[in-house]
Antibody, heavy 121, light 111 residues
Framework: EVQLVESGGGFVQPGESLRLSCATSGFAFSSYSMNWVRQAPGKGLEWVSYISSSSSTIYYADSVKGRFTISRDNAKNSLYLQMNSLRDEDTAVYYC??????????????WGQGTLVTVSS | EIALTQSPGTLSLSPGERATLSCRASQSVSSGYLAWYQQKPGQAPRLLIYGASSRATGIPDRFSGSGSGTDFTLTISRLEPEDFAVYYCQHYGSSPPVPYTFGQGTKLEIK
């Protein structure tokens, strides 16, 4: 059974940092590209960041570029999102998702249950 | 960057009826890289359709996707109670550095 489990969310003040993790099992993590997608309360889905299976290719949404860093550890079947200089508008549920294959031209087949990040003073 | 506009914003129908959801792109979507997701309250999105018309694993055949170029449609042939949810279209595989775009969603509610 494919499982993606996010953790690391919480309540922080503007300007602070947070590191999200996504532990995976049940599929060939090291062969699949991964993404982070977020959803602000009551809003739609927003793609945040992409990482290829080998970490050789990384993309970010303009809204987080320069502040967020995506990474992965294929030995631990885990995905990460380091979030620095957090802003109120970063408040959202953050989902990790995987594509079946490695490439940015693939849909998001599997999703975790999400972890809530709240940024507020 | 391609923008996706979904319509209607809210669709009110009864179980057993046919639902037609629209997704329009601001530019032609290359190679039909268009997906549809279903999201129920408190749950993660679920992939329904990819490549504009291919059903994902385990998706009932009452869900179908169609379209090309800039106009795409998700059709639910006969609504079941569990189908009432929010539906998002997504363009994937766009030219980097922004490969992915989501539409704003259509809420399918019980009439």
């Amino acid at each position: 059974e494919v499982q993606l489990v996010e953790s690391g969310g919480g309540f922080v003040q503007p300007g602070e940092s947070l590191r999200l993790s996504c532990a995976t099992s049940g599929f060939a993590f090291s062969s699949y590209s991964m993404n982070w997608v977020r959803q602000a309360p009551g809003k739609g889905l927003e793609w945040v960041s992409y990482i290829s299976s080998s970490s050789s290719t990384i993309y970010y949404a303009d809204s987080v570029k320069g502040r967020f860093t995506i990474s992965r550890d294929n030995a631990k079947n885990s995905l990460y999102l380091q979030m620095n200089s957090l802003r109120d508008e970063d408040t959202a549920v953050y989902y990790c998702s995987s594509s079946v294959g490695s490439g940015w031209y693939l849909p998001f087949d599997y999703w975790g249950q999400g972890t809530l990040v709240t940024v507020s003073s | 960057e391609i923008a996706l506009t979904q319509s209607p914003g809210t669709l009110s129908l009864s179980p057993g009826e046919r639902a037609t959801l629209s997704c329009r792109a601001s530019q032609s979507v290359s190679s039909g890289y268009l997906a549809w997701y279903q999201q129920k309250p408190g749950q993660a999105p679920r992939l329904l359709i990819y490549g504009a018309s291919s059903r994902a694993t385990g998706i009932p055949d009452r869900f179908s996707g169609s379209g090309s170029g800039t106009d795409f449609t998700l059709t639910i042939s006969r609504l079941e109670p569990e189908d009432f949810a929010v539906y998002y279209c997504q363009h994937y595989g766009s030219s980097p550095p922004v490969p992915y775009t989501f539409g704003q969603g259509t809420k399918l509610e019980i009439k």
